[in-house]
């Protein structure tokens, strides 16, 4: 979940792999593996800009609480 909770602080896939000391690609592959675990999308990826969907606004409570020194 530190991969989504990144992403959520910093709203890019490109700042959340920078904060956590790894590729991009990583970053991508981990999201794409919980969104298919989960069977829903969690970000609506538009150009640069990355925006919860409804499925990720739902989680978003849970995350903050398993992380809530960020």
């Known amino acids: ?3 989504t909770h990144a992403i959520l602080g910093s709203k890019s896939f490109t700042a959340a792999a920078a904060e956590l ?3 991009i690609t990583a970053v991508s592959h981990q999201i ?3 969104e298919a675990r989960i069977g829903h999308k969690l970000f609506e990826r538009t150009g640069r800009a990355v925006t919860l969907t409804p499925a990720g606004k739902t989680i978003y409570p849970l995350v ?3 992380r809530p020194d960020r």
């Open 32 to 34: 794409r593996q919980l």
């Open 1 to 3: 979940m530190c991969f």
């Open 21 to 23: 000391s790894v590729t």
């Open 64 to 66: 903050r609480r398993l």
